[in-house]
């Protein structure tokens, strides 16, 4: 019996069906998809700490409506996935719990720190730009709930990452002061970017699995490629350097060479040990910790007016 629901499964995958909830599929198809996306969601809401950190300190009004539209975008895809993981039969205090114990991931690339405004020009162009990258092909991924989630998040990141570069573009045409602080932001962002991507295909464990099932459709290895060499000629434009002098554009394969990623200190990052790991989660667990009362004053509503209902 689950040999043949497995084979039905496996060919619906092989016709690019999409499988939605209330679908047969295999334990470990449903596992996967619960750490990917539910990991997915909890970068979203993160990753709306690092911005956050600039919304009052925004250098102009304007400024300050996009970064604001922004973080809430973000806010959005962390409810949009989180609802569509829920689907796969975990609740959200159980995903939240996973987050808040260090059980489940969350993006390597927000326990960096933002430390001018130039950071915030930086993370639109770069962090949401490989997020772009990576997330296109998801728009396609096997399960219907997440594909579909994809579509809407993808146009709003592209809104995000043109506001970011617009921010590096004025900084870049600026005076040298203003200049500088783009450089730096750029040589403090690149390599993290980089490694935002995932570890490289040979050590990745889950990207085989992955690919069959569709829930990936393209490796960590060549996202990276994209993301490089989509990227390099953007800093061109802006007269910026990439801090990397391995660099170089290999005419044989049509792509840019790079140099070797610090795969030590993306480990260190995941395992924990980043620079901002210990400020997010304690921020993350504050604001679950603050929000007890509106939750209990929640429950006791409801329940109060089910009694009523009752009566
Ligand atoms: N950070 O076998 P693989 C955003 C873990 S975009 C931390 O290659 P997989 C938008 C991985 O989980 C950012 N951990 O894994 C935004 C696994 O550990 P596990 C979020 C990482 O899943 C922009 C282990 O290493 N985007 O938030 C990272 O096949 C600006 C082995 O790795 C997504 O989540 C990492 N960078 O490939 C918001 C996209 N990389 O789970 C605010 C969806 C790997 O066994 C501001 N996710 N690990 O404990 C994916 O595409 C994939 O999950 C990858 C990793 C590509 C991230």
Request: include cysteine.
């Amino acid at each position: 019996q689950i040999r043949s629901l497995e084979r039905q499964f496996e060919e619906r995958i092989a016709r690019d069906e999409k499988i939605e909830p209330k679908d047969w599929m295999p334990e470990k198809y449903r596992q996967t998809h619960i750490r990917q996306m539910s990991q997915h969601a909890h970068s979203e809401i993160v990753g709306m700490l690092p911005e956050g950190n600039w919304i009052t300190r925004a250098p102009s009004l304007r400024r300050k409506v996009a970064l604001l539209a922004k973080v809430q975008d973000e806010a959005g895809h962390g409810l949009y996935l989180y609802s569509a993981t829920e689907t796969l039969g975990i609740s959200r205090e159980e995903m939240y719990e996973q987050l808040h114990t260090g059980k489940a991931k969350y993006s390597s690339i927000f326990n960096y720190p933002t430390i001018t405004w130039a950071d915030m020009g930086a993370i639109g162009w770069l962090v949401d730009g490989a997020a772009i990258i990576n997330q296109v092909p998801l728009c396609n991924t096997s399960y219907g709930p997440y594909a579909r989630a994809m579509i809407r998040v993808c146009k709003e990141e592209s809104f995000h990452q043109r506001q970011g570069f617009e921010i590096m573009m004025k900084l870049a045409n600026g005076t040298p002061e203003q200049k500088d602080m783009a450089q730096d932001a750029l040589n403090r962002w690149w390599w993290p970017s980089l490694m935002m991507l995932g570890p490289t295909d040979d050590v990745s464990v889950h990207t085989e699995q992955s690919m069959k099932w569709k829930l990936k459709r393209k490796s960590n290895d060549d996202l990276r490629q994209q993301f490089i060499d989509q990227t390099v000629p953007q800093a061109d434009i802006l007269g910026l350097t990439i801090p990397d002098p391995d660099l170089k554009w290999n005419e044989e394969r049509q792509s840019y060479d790079f140099g070797e990623i610090n795969w030590d200190e993306f480990w260190q990052v995941v395992k924990g040990h980043g620079p901002m790991n210990k400020e997010r989660m304690k921020a993350r667990v504050g604001a679950w910790e603050r929000g007890t009362w509106v939750r209990d004053a929640a429950m006791a509503h409801a329940e109060k007016k089910q009694k009523r209902q009752e009566k």
